[in-house]
Nanobody, 123 residues
C-alpha cells in the first residue's frame, strides 16, 4: 500500500504559476511511475502529465505541453507538478497517482491515489 498526499494547490490569477507536490509514504516510491490527473466539475478525470520511475521519461497532455513540468525526487519520495502560464481552463482538482505500468494513460491502470488538491485560476 502506498499513501499519497498532495499539497500546494490554491488560487492564482491567469498567467500565474503554481506548484503542487505529492509525497508518498513508502520507500518503494521509486518503483512506480507517477501521474498527475485533474478533474474539473462535470468533466472526466484526465491525465495531465506522467513520469517514469527513474524520471527519465515524461508525457504531457497537449493542453499543458510547454506550460507544465513534472519531476520527481526519489530520495524524498515526492513528485512535483510545476504549472506556468495558468489559464482558467486549468481549474480543477489535481490528483497524483502511482502505477506499476511504465506508460499508463488510463486512470484504471493507476493503483494508488492521493486525495486531491484544488487549483483555481481566476480570469
Amino acid at each position: 500500500q502506498v499513501q499519497l498526499v498532495e499539497s500546494g494547490g490554491g488560487l492564482v490569477q491567469a498567467g500565474g504559476s503554481l506548484s503542487v507536490s505529492c509525497a508518498a509514504s513508502r520507500s518503494t516510491f521509486s518503483s512506480y511511475a507517477m501521474g498527475w490527473f485533474r478533474q474539473a466539475p462535470g468533466k472526466a478525470r484526465e491525465l495531465v502529465a506522467r513520469i517514469s520511475w527513474s524520471g527519465g521519461s515524461t508525457y504531457y497532455a497537449d493542453s499543458v505541453k510547454g506550460r507544465f513540468t513534472i519531476s520527481r525526487d526519489n530520495a524524498k519520495n515526492t513528485v512535483y507538478l510545476h504549472m506556468n502560464s495558468l489559464k482558467p481552463g486549468d481549474t480543477a482538482v489535481y490528483y497524483c497517482a502511482a502505477s506499476t505500468y511504465g506508460s499508463a494513460s488510463k486512470a484504471e491502470l493507476y493503483d494508488f491515489w492521493g486525495q486531491g488538491t484544488q487549483v483555481t485560476v481566476s480570469s
